[in-house]
T-cell receptor
């Protein structure tokens, strides 16, 4: 199993540009989540999904969209990038209350 | 969501045991207690979890107070590789995928 994969690893955007961060898992997990981590801070939940077709907002959802058309994929879309969205983004997946598996992260810089 | 309180930082000597405390006085009867750690420049990784009874695995032990209002993560012999930020997180079944991270405890291990 590849586990949780995220692409790209690094990205630089200009203010106002849009992009999609990709997240995929091959463990058939129903739960998937997106977090952001600002320097020196803990992770904050952006959006999460409890299964294909079902998503909900986390603590900091503004400026981000998600969809879950398949069990495996959970892309995060930045609609109009802002410097405040400069952060490291982590995707995670799990089955039930068991282990949460995290991806390696995407380091995003918005100029 | 029930909250957790952890010390900001702790120090340990290599090959000595480490006890990382976590207070969760508002825990509900069905909250699972999870511990994750984040090594520098990596995504969080699962350490251990439990509900009521103490738990052991190859990485650590989890001691849960009888009233469940606190827990302690025990690393039996700290190594330099154990230097990380340790997060104590409560997970409610049905809210899986919705981890709320606090600031965590930064563990420094001295050779």
């Amino acid at each position: 199993n590849a586990g949780v994969t995220q692409t790209p690893k690094f990205q630089v955007l200009k203010t106002g540009q849009s992009m999609t961060l990709q997240c995929a898992q091959d463990m058939n997990h129903e739960y998937m989540s997106w977090y952001r981590q600002d320097p020196g801070m803990g992770l904050r939940l952006i959006h999460y999904s409890v299964g294909a077709g079902i998503t909900d907002q986390g603590e900091v959802p503004n400026g981000y969209n998600v969809s879950r058309s398949t069990t495996e994929d959970f892309p995060l879309r930045l609609l109009s990038a802002a410097p405040s969205q400069t952060s490291v983004y982590f995707c995670a997946s799990s089955r039930g209350v068991d282990t949460q598996y995290f991806g390696p992260g995407t380091r995003l810089t918005v100029l | 969501d029930a909250k957790t309180t952890q010390p900001n930082s702790m120090e340990s000597n290599e090959e000595e045991p480490v006890h990382l405390p976590c207070n969760h006085s508002t825990i509900s009867g069905t909250d699972y207690i999870h511990w994750y750690r984040q090594l520098p420049s990596q995504g969080p990784e699962y350490v251990i979890h439990g509900l009521t009874s103490n738990v052991n695995n190859r990485m650590a032990s989890l001691a849960i107070a009888e009233d469940r209002k606190s827990s302690t993560l025990i690393l039996h012999r700290a190594t330099l590789r154990d230097a990380a930020v340790y997060y104590c997180i409560l997970i409610l079944p049905g809210n899986t995928g919705k981890l709320i991270f606090g600031q965590g405890t930064t563990l420094q291990v001295k050779p």
